[in-house]
């Protein structure tokens, strides 16, 4: 079939709408976020149901077309833009963006997947209800690409990973068919729990159309602090004491090094140093009660006390006003914009190790760093309560101008194998996508990876959806 003929049925399945073949308008969906690649394809198509999807996969399954599904494209591994040369369409959700109702007896929010997950969040929040998934991206990543990539974030300490916030999914599979598993059951144990495979597949199984999500309790008292911190060692213990005062009403507790607030100080216009006079380390936490009449407050600073008595904590801020607490927050989400903004190349690890090891990773990592790079500068921030580091360094003289500079592994080879070491993760959130392709053939298991290409084969025998992405 021409390519004439492939756009012009597929035309006729999503209307004039639903289809951009105009170069100018392909742009912004050819580039990823970090703008590390950019991808061809002859179209983007932008189905408004799941039966427009399911039309355009049967055409391409028919075709042998492959399909790149895309969301908000804020992921940071290159999963969500087509190949340099492969003649992938790109399958955007972005016109299925409706919330299609919320159930509070039931705790649960329907959605399309299209929907940006900022609106998802007030959807929950008009009903009284908590949609707990938050990250810096919000404004323009979709659940549907949450959920291709199991996205994490500040909650997780409280709320898990996205994979935990989801009742139920609709599919459409690689040939076409459609998979309504869009059940609210709490319980269900009839056989494989198939939305568990699509969630974190990163497009290579099916195309995640809508979903059931869980909604918590709307926090009612919430209070948040900005800490600075001696050392690492010093937040994981604080950390513990936190936990014994405060139990399970601690919702994140994030780990910031200087370097990084001075990134944000620098590129993001509108902050300030929230303390006086500058530290080595900080911790950003937040603790959220359903009921407003408790001493959630009091509860936190008598336990900041503490920590400074014994010198785990040797400044803080503790904002009187949400909007004060916001711009905190605004603070830590910035991190990755700064870093953008920031000349020279900068090689980005997602990793995780046991939370007690996060101290003792952070000097292995360092130190091993400094011996191949000498004048390596590391930026290190994260989730610590989760034991997930975002951790980037930059290396003297590589500029991000520079294709060698940008395709050397030599950087993430260095931090990867101190995290095997740890028995640790390589990609705690962002996933596999197209720049970790090596890693998960050099770490994982042959077993593992085995096992998921049997999966991938079972679903997708042609390899159309996303190829080269994962696996
Ligand atoms: P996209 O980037 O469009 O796609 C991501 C993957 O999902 C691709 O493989 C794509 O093919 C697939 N996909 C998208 N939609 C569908 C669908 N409907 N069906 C099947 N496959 C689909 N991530 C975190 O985990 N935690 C963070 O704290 C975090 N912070 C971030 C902060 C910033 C400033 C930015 C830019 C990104 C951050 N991210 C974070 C990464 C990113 O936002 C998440 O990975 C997000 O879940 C991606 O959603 P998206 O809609 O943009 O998906
Ligand atoms: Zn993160």
Redesign the pocket.
């Known amino acids: 079939m021409t390519a004439t003929s492939l756009i012009e049925r597929i035309a006729a399945a999503v209307g004039p709408q639903g289809l951009i073949t105009d170069v100018r308008d392909l742009e912004p969906y050819v580039v990823d976020?970090r703008g590390m690649h950019r991808g061809t394809t002859p179209a983007v198509v932008r189905p408004a149901s799941t039966e427009q999807v399911a039309a355009v996969m049967k055409i391409c399954a028919e075709t042998r077309t492959p399909v790149?599904?895309?969301?908000?494209?804020?992921?940071?591994c290159g999963?969500?833009v087509p190949s340099a040369g492969g003649g992938e369409i790109v399958l955007s959700?972005a016109r299925m963006n409706r919330v299609l109702g919320v159930d509070a007896l039931d705790n649960t929010l329907s959605v399309e997947?299209g929907c940006v997950l900022a609106n998802i969040q007030q959807a929950a929040a008009a009903a009284d209800r908590l949609f707990p998934l938050s990250?810096?991206?919000e404004g323009s990543?979709?659940i549907?690409?949450?959920l291709?990539?199991n996205?994490?974030?500040?909650n997780v300490l409280r709320y898990g990973n996205t994979r935990d916030l989801v009742l139920g999914l609709e599919v459409v599979l690689p040939d076409g068919e459609i998979w309504n598993g869009l059940r609210g059951l709490r319980k269900d144990n009839t056989g494989y729990d198939l939305k568990h495979l699509f969630i974190g597949a990163?497009?290579t199984l099916g195309?995640?159309t809508k979903a059931v999500l869980k909604l918590f309790p709307q926090p009612k008292a919430v209070a948040t602090a900005w800490l600075a911190v001696p050392h690492p060692q010093a937040a994981l213990e604080l950390l513990a004491l936190l936990r014994q005062r405060c139990g399970e009403r601690i919702t994140a507790f994030e780990l910031i090094s200087r370097n990084c607030l001075d990134l944000v100080l620098r590129h993001i216009p509108g902050t300030r140093d929230p303390l006086t006079a500058a530290h080595d380390w900080y911790v950003l936490t937040e603790v959220a009660d359903s009921s407003a009449d408790n001493a959630l407050r009091e509860d936190l600073e008598q336990a900041l006390a503490t920590a400074m008595e014994n010198s785990l904590v040797t400044d803080a801020a503790v904002p009187e006003s949400r909007a004060q607490a916001q711009a905190l927050w605004r603070m830590r989400e910035s991190i990755?914009?700064a870093a953008r903004a920031e000349p020279g190349m900068v090689y980005r690890h997602d990793i995780a190790v046991a939370v007690s090891q996060v101290p003792s990773f952070i000097r292995d990592a360092g130190a091993a760093l400094e011996q191949r790079f000498p004048g390596a500068h590391v930026i290190c921030f994260g989730h610590l309560g989760d034991g997930n580091l975002h951790y980037n360094a930059y290396i003297h003289g590589r500029q991000r101008s520079d294709n060698a500079a940008r395709d050397a592994h030599d950087v993430a080879e260095t931090v990867y194998d101190i995290v095997q070491r740890y028995r640790g993760s390589f990609s705690a959130?962002?996933g596999i996508?197209l720049y970790k392709v090596e890693e998960l053939r050099r770490y994982k298991s042959a077993v593992e990876v085995g096992l998921m290409r049997a999966v991938k084969h079972a679903l997708d025998p042609h390899n159309l959806m996303?190829p080269g992405?994962v696996l």
């Open positions: 976020w790149v599904p895309q969301g908000g494209n804020t992921g940071m999963a969500s959700l997947a990250l810096g991206a990543c979709q549907g690409g949450n291709s990539t996205a994490g974030g500040v990163e497009g195309i995640i990755p914009e959130e962002h996508g996303n992405k």
